[in-house]
């Protein structure tokens, strides 16, 4: 090659579940081998990886799918994959209800002091 050196295209895609398990354990602080049983509920305890994979996937003749997104509920976290694979991260909604929850329990004790 000219110039001396090797072209490598770093760019790398990933999968959508890959990129799932990637960004929670990106929030956790742990590495995507630490988020596992029994610390960490498997992806395919909520979702079929292979099924979310191939949401996103092109036609088998190229032509991209249309858009969209889905969500879904994984290790405390709202997961909303839209259609460049992108992966965002919230609170999930069961998790916001349990804290409401609590609150409500906390400031129901108060009422009473």
Known sequence: MEGGGDSVDERIERSPSQSVIEAVAEAEGVTPGELSPPE???????????ALDALFEHHA??????????????????ITVDECGSVMLSESA???????E????????????
């Open 61 to 78: 003749d190229g032509r991209p799918r249309p858009g969209g997104s889905v969500f879904f509920e994984f290790c405390g976290y709202g």
């Open 40 to 50: 960490y509920e498997p992806l395919h305890a909520v979702v079929d990886p292979d």
């Open 94 to 100: 069961s998790e916001s209800e349990s804290e409401s």
């Open 102 to 113: 609590s609150e409500s329990e906390s400031e129901s004790e108060f009422d009473g002091v």
